[in-house]
């Protein structure tokens, strides 16, 4: 037999269709992960449903998912050892970990998203969003009040912190670089991110108390005591983003005779728009569900105030604080109230975000191929 034929033989021999994994292949088939998974929660679900069964209990899922997780990373560890080697098995024991962190993670988002969402809807109707607390007791009154002055007291916030921490933030990055006051202005902000809120309210009722007396309530107060807690958030965020934006633009702009604040605006900021809006967007998110703060600043109202500087302005945090705290009679309209205010303060939130990812994407710098 020649060279020729034997290599002809070699390609016409039968061998494993391509794209076809077996076991004895040095590597797992796509369904082995998902068949050892289903394999854990079968073992596992019928030796809890046994153990209910003796004990006359109830099944425990949160046990059952639990144990059928550590089951089944015991398992794929040792089979992917087996079939692949050590260095796989590790690789797919820390995906397994990861995965299994993560849902951990969502199991308390998911949870308060459907509590909030099947215990509001039951207090939502058209009166709740058209009209206020005012001369109502018992069943009837909406939030409206309470919405306008999310709004407001939120706005004010913001107009007040995303230009400071922003100018802040350009400070720190592109002209005190090194320098002892950048490092001193960084310090302060690293302890300003973790003051407790209530200090921030304090500090703003006793700034105005100074000028206007003691006992004074107002939703720029609030606006105030908001901003102190958006600030640090808004510097941090925008620094790193400012940090990502690469040198070699600054210098492109500089060799073309640029001038520095010029780079800054028209290069440096549009480069880094998109992460210096989703961080406005986590301060505005921190704050926006504070109560303590608008508690001592903003106050309890009943009724529509559009003014932020006359008079106690309502939120929807101090709303269904109010409502959950101070039930009437039937307690069951001032507990719907609560959740119908907490799911509407949730779905701002995610408009704003949504409006903020939609802004971030209009004007971040449009990169070709």
């Known amino acids: 037999m020649t060279a020729t034929t034997a290599a002809a033989a070699t390609r016409h021999a039968p061998g494993p269709v391509r794209g076809q994994v077996s076991l004895t292949s040095g590597r797992l088939p796509a369904w082995a992960p998902w068949a050892l998974l289903a394999g854990s929660a079968a073992i596992v679900g019928i030796l809890f449903g046994i153990m ?51 849902g951990i993670a969502m199991v308390p988002l998911v949870s308060v998203a459907v509590t909030v969402v099947a215990n509001g809807v039951a207090g939502l109707s058209g009166t709740f969003f058209t009209s206020s607390m005012r001369n109502v007791v018992g069943e009837g009154g909406g939030a409206l009040h309470a919405i306008v002055g999310t709004l407001l007291i939120t706005l004010a916030a913001a107009v007040i912190s995303i230009p400071i921490g922003i100018f802040t933030s350009i400070y720190l990055v592109e002209y005190g670089a090194g320098k002892r006051l950048a490092r001193g202005i960084t310090f302060l902000v690293d302890v300003m991110t973790g003051i407790p809120s209530i200090v921030a309210g304090l500090f703003a009722y006793a700034l105005f108390a100074l000028f206007l007396g003691p006992g004074v309530r107002m939703g720029i107060m609030g606006a105030v005591a908001l901003s102190v807690l958006m600030i640090p958030v808004v510097v941090r965020s925008s620094e790193e983003m400012l940090r990502l934006v690469p040198n070699e633009l600054r210098e492109a702009s500089y060799a073309l005779g640029v001038p520095k604040w010029l780079t800054i605006s028209k290069v440096v900021l549009p480069t880094a728009v998109a992460g210096i809006t989703t961080g406005v967007m986590l301060s505005i998110s921190r704050v926006i569900g504070e109560t303590a703060p608008l508690l001592l600043t903003a106050g309890v109202a009943t009724s529509m105030n559009y003014d932020l500087f006359d008079g106690r302005m309502a939120t929807l945090p101090v709303f269904a604080y109010s409502q959950y705290m101070n039930q009437g009679i039937p307690a069951s309209a001032y507990i719907d109230r609560a959740w119908a205010a907490a799911l509407v303060l949730i779905v701002i939130v995610m408009v704003l975000n949504l409006i903020a990812r939609v802004v971030a994407r209009i004007f971040s710098p449009k990169l070709g191929r």
């Open 52 to 102: 209910a069964a003796a004990e006359g209990t109830g099944f425990n899922i949160a046990g059952w998912v639990v144990l059928t997780a550590l089951v089944y990373l015991v398992l794929i560890t040792i089979v992917s050892t087996l079939v692949e080697g050590n260095r796989k098995a590790v690789d797919r024991l820390v995906t397994g970990v990861v995965v299994t962190a993560f």
